[in-house]
């Protein structure tokens, strides 16, 4: 089963910054767009923000002016800068990508990572 690896969680207090990062496999040919979704105890997975191949971006507007999401697209990996944290950012975050295209042109769809949890403490 094909997975993105997402690495950069932990614990911060209110107002402090993370920056998580995400890879596509080794075998990735091309990502078109790739995103960053969080899910907080309780709640429904939400988008926070995603980024497309040409580098348009867009973020949920609770993010918005926080966040910054950015991606190097010679090796298939999306960057989530999160500055000014707050305890409502506390979150199972996320990595998407909603096609990848593999080496050998094999399309997977709807590619997930496992999580990384990011606690902000107030």
């Known amino acids: 089963q094909v997975q993105l690896s997402e690495s950069g969680g932990g614990l911060v207090q209110s107002g402090g910054s993370l920056r998580l990062s995400c890879a596509a496999p080794g075998s990735t040919f091309n990502v078109p767009s790739m995103a960053w979704y969080r899910q907080a105890a309780g709640k429904q997975r939400e988008l926070v923000a995603r980024?497309?191949?040409?580098?348009?971006?867009n973020y949920a507007d609770s993010v918005k002016g926080r966040f910054t999401i950015s991606r190097d697209s010679a090796r298939n990996r999306v960057y989530l800068q999160m500055d000014n944290l707050r305890p409502e950012d506390t979150a199972v975050y996320y990595c998407?990508?909603?096609?990848?295209?593999?080496?050998?042109?094999?399309?997977?769809?709807?590619?997930w990572g496992q999580g990384t949890q990011v606690t902000v403490s107030s």
């Open positions: 980024i497309t191949q040409n580098d348009d971006k």
């Open positions: 998407n990508a909603d096609k990848i295209i593999r080496v050998g042109r094999q399309i997977e769809y709807d590619v």
